[in-house]
């Protein structure tokens, strides 16, 4: 079975500097999707970033970019510039290919202060 | 035009009450999902349907019945419930051959006294 694991618990930073929040996964699978999720306090999950395992090169997404290893089984999410609205759990994800479910973390809650 | 809707936002019930939590989605996906996020936070899948077949179970006890009517709704009933089901649950959908790639709703919160 797959397992994904945040170590941090909690973070935070002041407004617009970079934060970088760890993920680490284990499977047995070769192809497979890994996916940043952003819970704010209104609770909607939002999609941040997502990444194919086949890709070599990492996933950005404007401010949002993605350390994907995957010998490591790491996948670290990198906020730049970070903004009071970046405030929210965030929660590291894995799908196996052709599977539909969505394995998460444990999340980790980051404040930017103001 | 919400994309993935629940209804209701907040359910407050006592131990041994049945309720149901409804889905819907205006998207044109084919499947959908219930997850479950626990009072640490915790999120995971309970059920999956395709096309109203249901796919996944994740050993969720035999209380809580998905029903599915039609592609657009998946309907979580839930029997004789109990203080561990508070929690917030979340439904999504997306469409088959795609599942990496889920919208969620903005979830379900409730609460069992």
């Known amino acids: 079975a797959q397992t994904v694991t945040q170590s941090q618990p909690e973070m935070s930073v002041q407004e617009a500097e970079t934060v970088t929040l760890s993920c680490t996964y284990d499977t047995s699978e070769n192809n497979y999707y890994l996916f940043w999720y952003k819970q704010p306090p209104s609770r909607q999950m939002i999609l941040v970033i997502r990444q194919e395992a086949y890709k070599q090169q990492n996933a950005t997404e404007n401010r949002f970019s993605v350390n994907f290893q995957k010998a490591a089984k790491s996948f670290s999410l990198k906020i730049s510039d970070s903004q009071l609205g970046d405030t929210a759990m965030y929660f590291c994800?894995?799908?196996?290919?052709?599977?539909?479910?969505?394995?998460f973390g444990q999340g980790t809650r980051l404040t930017i202060n103001p | 035009d919400t994309a993935v809707s629940q209804t209701p936002k907040y359910l407050v019930t006592q131990m041994g009450n049945d309720k149901s939590i409804k889905c819907e989605q205006n998207?044109?996906?084919?499947?959908m999902y219930w997850y479950k996020q626990d009072s640490k936070k915790f999120l995971k899948i309970m059920f999956s349907y395709n096309n109203k077949e249901l796919i996944i179970n994740e050993t969720v006890p035999n209380r809580f019945s998905p029903k599915s009517p039609d592609k657009a709704h998946l309907n979580l009933h839930i029997n004789s419930l109990e203080l561990g089901d508070s929690a917030v649950y979340f439904c999504?959908?997306?469409?088959?051959?795609?599942?990496?790639?889920?919208?969620f709703g903005p979830g379900t919160r409730l609460l069992v006294l």
């Open positions: 994800a894995f799908m196996k290919q052709g599977a539909q479910k969505l394995v």
């Open positions: 999504a959908s997306s469409l088959r051959g795609q599942q990496e790639t889920q919208y």
């Open positions: 998207l044109g996906h084919d499947t």
